[in-house]
């Protein structure tokens, strides 16, 4: 079984609606490490070496956040300039991270639809996330596309549920070990067959 | 026309007030303002002092003592070794240069060769009273003409100690006139062998540095233990007193001794207390001293030959300016540092009085001739001031800028431009934490322990009361950039603020303040740079708990700062509403006033929500309007 690592991002998380029950529902599964980086660096003070240390022990790295500003919150900026390494985790000797896999999970305001090029976002959310995509493929790890729950403004309690509950189902996914050919033409994991049927 | 001790002292304070006060206004040195204090209270213009001149110039040469032991608190063993090679060099060829030159110089005036050598030797030795003292005035210390003049001088002390052991060799009279004369510096060391006398010499010399270690850094920490300030006033005479004593005792110059006690008690942490306890004093009988050598002069010796005396006096002067000029040549100084030196040098100095008069003493000299000497060393004390004057008011100007001081000090210990006070639990921890980044603050406690600890662990630290200017002034307030005051009580502290900030305008001061409203009455002062105690802990502590019970720590460590920026706004807006009352609430009550206003205050604001960021709300009122 795949050990995965949730290192979660949001400012405000006791104002949260999506995330905070996507993230009821995750936390406490058995064999995930559920990491809540606000609580962990209140004053942005990361500690590198304990990030390290989790990053090796797991296979696979889920980024959960919303989607500020066509991008992370800071604090995953931070952990990211301090955490990923030269020498480490790329460079020449920087294979910590290699073969693991890497994914966003974001929760976005805006619906599906705006974000395209004829759309008022004028790009996909797989553009957007090209910064992560690539610093993946820096650390030689698998990046997976995103699992975006979109929309978030106008979305019901029993649609945050559903959403939640896909994501419990991505997670055992990952967990068996779910592989790159199985969802080569998706571009978000929300579509891949696996989560439809039920 | 003398009344007894009162109206002595009374003369010569009075005079020394008037000539220094006038000197100092037409800007020129006190050396000059004393000496003519001296001549004008002396025998021969108002006639208060007589004959006991003398006796006062013996009483007075601890001004020179205490000026070389503070001089040698100044310099650190380590660095006191650095220097040998310029004092032996530089000293060495000054005095060589001169005796010689001034050797045949009288020899052609047709002197007996003995004379001439016991008067070039006078004449070789320059005043280390009135050079070192001009120079500090100055503030020149730390610049290579500062530097030269120090070896030259050092030199000299030590040399002279040699000449008045060569004098009894070159006496015509036999053992019995000799026992006979009124030799004041008989000792304990005449009637041995000359290797016995050295033995002594070393054995007094390694003694002085043992109990500089061993005795009197412990008997000053139980001093300072003992909480009695003029104890340690006490203690700082009793060292050089003994120390002079012992020289004196074993023949050497007490002068030299001081120094050399000064340079043992250099690493010590009383330092600065030491230096601030003595220097007011040390000026006092230095000002004494140089009075005394201006009412020596003996103004009917001048009126019977002039011509002779002024020839003489121009021709030592001549030859001591000369000779300097080349050893400055020689080590290379630049030409305005050279030019400082072969002025503030040139004059003969003050061991040249106890030279003569022990060389009449052995009848080498005839009352003539030591007059004239006399004479000429008092005069020459007098004049080179004024031509050192002349130098740097019309010569140096043309030739360019003055050295500049700020250049590297390779051998006076280096004032750190930090100044910690106190070093309680507050203090030590922002001084290790400067420290962990490199920072070395001098650091002052009035705990003697504390700095024992402290020394032991490395720190430059010093023991003293804070609250005296001369104290920070040694510890190098003038240079610092900023004082960091962590001192627990808050009128320690808003002295030491409020008389920084008037004196030093320029260095920062950060503040520890203990409670709200000594906050306020510092930030009142202008103070801006003040540190609540208590805020910021209080603070963590309040949030620690809040997040137990379910808050996010990130929203909290926000809040924190908010609340400290309305804390910190709340206090200076009060500031301004009281005012007058301040005299008569007391301390207590306006705490209690201030308590109640902050929590009326807060009351007004109830629970705030410091911050909508991050909320979606309003964008879905927005999206549902559409």
Redesign the interface.
Known sequence: MKRILILFSHPKFEKSRTNSVMVDHIKDIPGVTFRDLYECYPDFHIDVEAEKELLSAHDVIIWQHPFYWYSCPPIMKQWMDMVLEFGWAYGPNGVALKNKTWLNVITTGGAREVYCSAGSNSYTVNEFLRPFEQSANLCGMNYFPPFAVMGTHSLSKAEVKEYALEYVKLIDLLQQGLSLGDFKKCAFLNDIPQLKTQ | MTGGLLFEAIVFLAGAILCVSIAKRLGLSSVIGYLLAGVLIGPYVLGFIGEEGSDILHFAEFGVVMMLFLIGLEIEPKNFWNMRKSIVGMGGLQVGGTMLLSYLLFTFLGFDWKIALVISMAVALSSTAIALQTIKEKGLMETSFGNASFSILLFQDIIVIFMLGALPLLSNSNEETLANAPNERVNLLDNLPIGFQTLAIIFSVVLIVITGRYLIVPMLRKVAKSGVRELLIAAAFLIVFAISFLMEYVGLSPALGAFLGGVVLSNSEFKHELESTLEPFKNLFLGLFFMAVGASINFIVIANDPLIVLGVLLAIIAIKALVLFFTGQVFKLKLDQKLLLTFSLAQIGEFAFVLLSFAFSLNILTQEQMDLMLVVTALSMSVTPIISLINERFILPKIGTLESIERPMDHIAKAQNIILVGFGQFGSTVGRFLRSHGVEATILDNDSNHVDFLRKMGFEAYYGDATRLDLLESAGIAEAKMLICTVDNPNVTKHIASMVKEKYPHVELMLRAKDRSSARELINLGLENTYRETLDTSLVLASDVLSKMG???????RQVKNFIKYDEEMLRKFKEAKGEDDNYISQARKGLEQQERVLNEDFKRGIVEYDN????DE??KA?ADK
Not at chain 2, 551 to 557: E, P
Not at chain 2, 613 to 616: I, M
């Open positions: 808050f996010r720590k990130y929203t909290l460590s960021l991050w909320s979606s964008i879905i999206l």
